[in-house]
């Protein structure tokens, strides 16, 4: 079994992202050069193009936006990412404009992906399937 997982991200930033926050943020987008600091780790968000095993594109984008920025990003990423994704993500949650999810994040082998929130600043992971859960009677029957 391989430990590879599915994000999906949609978020919308406000115009105060700090310069070192949308730093950070624009080397994981593969939008600026690696400074010295960077060559010891690859880039989250950088992957363009088919997906080894989620299938579908990967991809992400980053724009300016009515009230600072949109992003919006669908990357395939190991396990042992995890961790440096939740310290991207928790660094950039304070400037979400809402609570709402920002976005998912699923085991490949999963059907259903777990909602990625911002609740106090921070991201939160909200599993959406409980352990006891049986599967909905088909629409067709």
């Known amino acids: 079994m391989s430990d590879l ?4 991200l949609a978020w919308e930033l ?3 992202l700090p310069g ?3 730093d950070e943020l624009r080397w994981h987008l ?3 050069p690696p400074a010295g600091s960077d060559l010891d780790r690859e880039p989250l968000l950088a992957l363009q193009g088919g997906a080894l095993r989620i299938g579908g594109i990967l991809g992400s984008e980053f724009q300016p936006g009515e009230r600072g920025w949109y992003l919006a990003a ?3 990423l190991h396990a042992q990412e995890l961790p440096d994704l939740y310290e991207l993500l928790s660094s950039v949650a304070p400037y ?4 709402d999810p920002v976005g998912q ?9 777990d909602l990625l929130l911002v609740h106090g600043g921070t991201v939160v992971r909200q599993p ?14």
Not at 5 to 8: G, H, R, T
Not at 96 to 99: D, I
Request: hydrophobic share 35%.
């Open 5 to 8: 997982y599915e994000l999906q």
């Open 30 to 32: 593969g939008l600026r």
């Open 20 to 22: 070192e926050v949308l």
């Open 105 to 113: 994040l699923r085991h490949y082998e999963d059907d259903i992906a």
């Open 74 to 76: 669908r990357q395939e």
């Open 14 to 16: 406000d115009d105060t």
């Open 96 to 99: 979400a404009v809402t609570t």
């Open 128 to 141: 959406q399937h409980p352990a006891d859960a049986q599967p909905a009677p088909s629409l067709n029957a």
